[in-house]
């Protein structure tokens, strides 16, 4: 992700405690004690304490975690559902916790969506009805809101359904049309709890490719709410970890695998496929170096010799990369008298982008094992992986 995005929400030491005594939950945590220990002396449950993030314009942040560790509480504290007992939540520049009632209704209906597990559908309405409810209780003229709906749902796929109604769709049809209603509100931000949940995993997993597609088309910026790992590590820019309404670690899904905060994650994350989720660029080394199209097949030798490969790489003057010279083509156009290394330039190798699961690029290896060329979308060379490369990491990521 991004870094230089803006920031869309800002959330600063958010509580929310669920009793009539918050004040005597908070003196208690302020002394040390913790949310188990808060609740035998007082009765108070801390749901949430101290929760720090951003969230990025056009990212998809993760909040993940066990059932009671407070992620649910949090989505709802976010467009205030649920009344936070302290902290800022500042969206576009509005804290939310101080907004009148009038103030916060215009606020949600600016900026927050919502997408539920339980899809929500009114079963008499047809799914184009379903996909313009929203725009209906705002009043917006008929057909401009038949015209949004429509779009909407052509954006998840289901167009040539819009006269059906939600019994006649499956399950994962019927949270496209969930999904549609999100996006038909035009809000700026996509509140998802717990979305694909209730899903079969065959069905879950379209949704969570066909979230990613649409996401990679709209940047929407997307919280999503699961107490599943692998789909946290499948669809997140990011992902915050919760653990008893506390913040244990927030990361990339490669930040949390490779660098576990402490040994909670590292229990949490012990069976994960990390090939599937590290990527060409955790196992990208440095390119040692690399020949020009115009170099001499001596000029080359000598680069290979010196840095004991038998093979390299060709980059234009902006490292685009060009080709590939093996050591022996390279030496017999030395003794062919060959002025440049153009005619001994080869195309049949391996190049991915710096996104490649690493679970691909075992069987990208060839017998001559050439390194594979991680490239940018100019076709930059940005470094190679080695066949070794990915297996340390793999090993090092067990290792945490």
């Given at each position: 992700m991004n870094e230089n995005r803006n920031v869309k929400i800002r959330v600063r030491n958010l509580t929310k405690v669920f009793g009539s005594q918050p004040k005597k939950a908070l003196e208690l945590r302020e002394q040390g004690l913790r949310r188990a220990d808060i609740f035998e002396k007082t009765g108070q449950t801390l749901g949430l304490s101290n929760i720090n993030f951003d969230v990025h314009e056009g990212e998809l942040l993760v909040i993940m975690g066990l059932s009671g560790s407070g992620k649910s509480t949090l989505i709802r504290c976010l467009n205030r559902l649920i009344e936070p007992t302290e902290g800022e939540i500042v969206i576009d520049g509005e804290n939310i916790p101080e907004l009148g009632d009038k103030a916060l209704l215009e606020c949600r209906r600016r900026h927050f969506s919502m997408v539920f597990q339980n899809f929500a559908l009114f079963p008499h309405r047809t799914v184009q009805q379903n996909a313009e409810f929203g725009l209906e209780i705002r009043g917006v003229d008929k057909a401009k809101r038949a015209e949004i709906a429509r779009n909407a749902l052509k954006q998840v796929g289901l167009e040539g359904w819009e006269d059906a109604l939600p019994n006649q769709l499956s399950g994962g049809?019927?949270?496209?049309?969930?999904?549609?209603?999100?996006?038909?509100?035009?809000?700026?931000?996509?509140?998802?709890?717990?979305?694909?949940?209730?899903?079969?995993?065959?069905?879950?997993?379209?949704m969570q490719q066909e979230l990613l597609e649409l996401q990679s088309r709209m940047q929407k910026t997307t919280v999503f709410i699961t107490h599943d790992l692998d789909e946290a590590l499948t669809i997140g820019d990011r992902i915050v970890l919760l653990k008893d309404g506390e913040v244990v670690q927030i990361g990339t899904p490669e930040e949390i695998l490779t660098q576990p905060a402490d040994d909670y994650v590292r229990r949490f994350i012990e069976g994960v496929d990390k090939s599937r989720i590290l990527t060409a660029e955790s196992a990208m080394r440095p390119v040692r170096a690399t020949a020009r199209e115009d170099d001499g097949p001596r000029t080359v030798l000598r680069k290979m010799k010196e840095n004991a490969i038998d093979s390299i790489y060709v980059t234009s003057r902006e490292r685009k990369l060009l080709g590939l010279v093996e050591a022996d083509a390279a030496d017999q156009a030395s003794k062919d008298g060959k002025d440049s290394i153009r005619d001994c330039m080869i195309h049949d190798f391996r190049s991915v982008g710096p996104e490649e699961p690493m679970h691909n690029l075992f069987a990208m290896f060839s017998e001559k094992s050439f390194p594979i060329a991680v490239v940018d979308s100019d076709r930059r060379l940005l470094g190679v992986v080695v066949k070794g490369a990915v297996l340390d990491q793999l090993a090092q990521a067990g290792d945490n």
């Open positions: 049809m019927q949270q496209r049309v969930g999904l549609a209603r999100a996006l038909a509100n035009d809000a700026t931000v996509l509140l998802m709890d717990e979305a694909f949940s209730a899903l079969d995993p065959l069905i879950r997993g379209d």
